[in-house]
């Protein structure tokens, strides 16, 4: 009984289901790049080259345990640059008696799946993804029956359930959660340390010149590689981040700073999403750092919430809302993405950091992607089809299910609530609050309208005008909706016009107000 087993870019984990009982002997291991997947977005050159150059490491590690693989590559002649019909050449070559794959990451490649039924002439087994802490049908059982899946009950369960951070029945420390400890702007005084840099060697030097030639336009630079590519390097980078960055990680994870793109963050993402590391090794790394002493309760609680909680509770949603969630739009948003997203020329010094480091690195940090693009796309009112392109272009981790439950429901709420409580919206004070970007900024954060005043409070008091009806009778929105009610008339006239001026200028192809001067270091 000959093996055909298939794995994707996003399965390269040694022990994916896929390759459970697999027999070395007769067995044969299928990897193809194609150009269905290198296209679907424009994506970033880097998140490209991270991609195909870790799918060929895999392939060679694969090989070096014995395991023989047909790997093929994007210029290979006769690549038809489909997963089906790569699928069909391979039958062809090597005639196995069945189809062994792990179910996708995405719905898009499951309904491609689905028609393999009927398409080859030999069974096909699709294996459920167990490297999630949470199984697609456990997050089901979870959410079954409940008026509202809110992250922080589906995560107290995921604590207890598999016992981390727990002291016995408890919570490490008495507290489920310490969010309120780890809101702190970063201090001048404070540096974070130097990030690991990785060799690129001649597997991705190649791929690195591949990307260059076949995707010359797309968004982002590729000189500035710098991804672990392989299980080993990733190893490397998960022990340098709990040595070097966990221990500040809690105090300033919701930091954002000038020239700081990851400050003390894991930039892990990108090694999880494609199978290189796994949740749970990444969870009792950070948990054993406590328990010994070396970073404190509020980071490694905070650390492992995004993974235990978040990233789980983020795939649980997409999977048991897809595809309907992505077509909801509950704010009926219908404007084009601004051209700045793409291009970074914008006078809006926050969001120009956020793009050019999301350019320079195929990353950005959680707050810069939620409070600056994100709130900026959510109080322009962006059509969330188009948001939700960008972001699953321009970052290294993007993959749509955890992509799409952060973006249209966290950032843009368009699922109406299904995910968070209320719009993460909110004016320049906060990005003042929590960054030092408003003092290279040509506009104020402390006027509020008015030629000099930030963009961000005359749109955040705009959109609450504009989306009364859906939002008024939220009671987490009360105190915003007090405020507006008690605002002069004349006030309200001049936020209205001065939103409604700028919006008609964001796709213009030029800043409104553009001082070069300022931006010369950015
Ligand atoms: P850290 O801040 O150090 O967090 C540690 C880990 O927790 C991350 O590596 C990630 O695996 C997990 N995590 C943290 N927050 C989330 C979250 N909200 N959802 C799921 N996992 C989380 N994450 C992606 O992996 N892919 C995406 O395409 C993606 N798109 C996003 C889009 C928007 C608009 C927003 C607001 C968030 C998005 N996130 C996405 C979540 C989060 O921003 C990234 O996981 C994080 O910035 C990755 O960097 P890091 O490894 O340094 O994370
Ligand atoms: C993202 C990506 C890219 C850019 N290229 C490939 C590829 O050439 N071959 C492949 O198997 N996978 C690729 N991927 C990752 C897939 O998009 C991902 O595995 C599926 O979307 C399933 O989630
Ligand atoms: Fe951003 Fe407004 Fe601050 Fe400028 S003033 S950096 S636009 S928040």
């Not at 640059?81 to 898009?108: C, K, M, Q, Y």
């Not at 509020?298 to 983020?314: D, S, T």
């Not at 999301?358 to 948001?387: C, D, W």
Request: proline share 5%.
């Amino acid at each position: 009984m000959r093996k055909l087993i298939f794995i994707l870019g996003d399965q390269l984990s040694p022990n994916i289901s896929s390759l459970t009982g697999i027999d070395r002997d007769t067995d044969i291991v299928l990897m193809v790049e194609v150009v269905e997947e290198t296209t679907y977005v424009p994506h970033h050159k880097q998140k490209i080259a991270f991609i195909l150059s870790a799918m060929r490491h895999f392939a060679n590690e694969l090989r070096s345990a014995g395991i023989e693989v047909d790997y093929v590559a994007l210029g290979d002649a006769g690549n038809t640059g489909s997963f089906s019909a790569e699928l069909d050449r391979a039958i062809e070559r090597h005639n196995p008696d069945r189809i062994v794959i792990t179910e996708p990451g995405e719905w898009r490649v499951r309904r491609i799946m689905d028609d393999w039924g009927g398409r080859f002439d030999r069974p096909i087994e699709i294996r459920a993804d167990d490297r999630f802490l949470c199984s697609i049908a456990d997050f089901r059982a979870w959410a079954d029956g409940r008026k509202g899946y809110r992250m922080e009950y589906f995560y107290r369960e995921m604590r207890r359930r598999t016992g981390l951070l727990m002291d016995g029945d408890y919570p490490a420390g008495g507290t489920w959660n310490l969010d309120t400890s780890n809101r702190k702007p970063l201090p001048a005084s404070i540096q974070p340390p130097k990030r690991i840099c990785f060799e690129i060697d001649e597997i991705t030097a190649e791929v690195i010149l591949l990307t260059n030639r076949c995707y010359p336009d797309n968004f982002g630079n590729i000189d500035a590689f710098n991804w672990a590519v392989s299980r080993e390097d990733a190893l490397v980078a998960l022990a340098h981040f709990i040595e070097f960055y966990l221990p500040l990680f809690g105090d300033y994870q919701d930091a954002m700073a000038t020239d700081e793109p990851f400050l003390f963050h894991a930039v892990l993402s990108p090694y999880l999403n494609v199978g290189l590391l796994e949740p749970w090794e990444v969870c009792i790394a950070a948990e054993a750092a406590f328990r010994s002493g070396s970073v404190p309760l509020n980071a490694a609680e905070g650390f492992i919430r995004q993974i235990l909680g978040w990233r789980e509770y983020v795939r649980g949603i997409y999977w048991l809302e897809m595809p309907g969630y992505k077509s909801r739009n509950a704010l009926s948003a219908t404007r084009q993405l601004p051209w700045f997203y793409w291009s970074g020329e914008t006078d809006m010094h926050c969001l120009k950091c956020a793009i050019e480091d999301t350019k320079r690195s195929a990353y950005a940090h959680h707050i810069q992607r939620l409070m600056i693009t994100g709130n900026f796309a959510l109080l322009a009112g962006v059509n969330p089809a188009e948001i939700e392109e960008w972001y699953l272009a321009v970052y290294a981790d993007a993959f749509e299910w955890v992509e799409l439950p952060n973006v249209h429901g966290m950032v843009m709420f368009a699922d109406g609530g299904l995910l968070s409580s209320k719009p993460y919206a909110a004016s320049g004070a906060y990005i003042n609050r929590m960054s030092n970007y408003c003092q290279r900024c040509v506009y104020d954060p402390k006027i509020k309208t008015g030629r000099d005043a930030c963009p961000f409070n005359f749109l955040y008091w705009n959109f609450l005008i504009q989306n009364r009806s859906a939002l008024s009778r939220n009671p987490r929105m009360k105190m915003p909706y007090r405020i507006l009610d008690h605002m002069e008339p004349v006030k309200i006239a001049a936020v209205r016009r001065d939103a409604r001026d700028f919006l008609e200028q964001i796709n213009e192809n030029r800043p409104r107000k553009f001082r070069s001067d300022l931006f010369d270091s950015a």
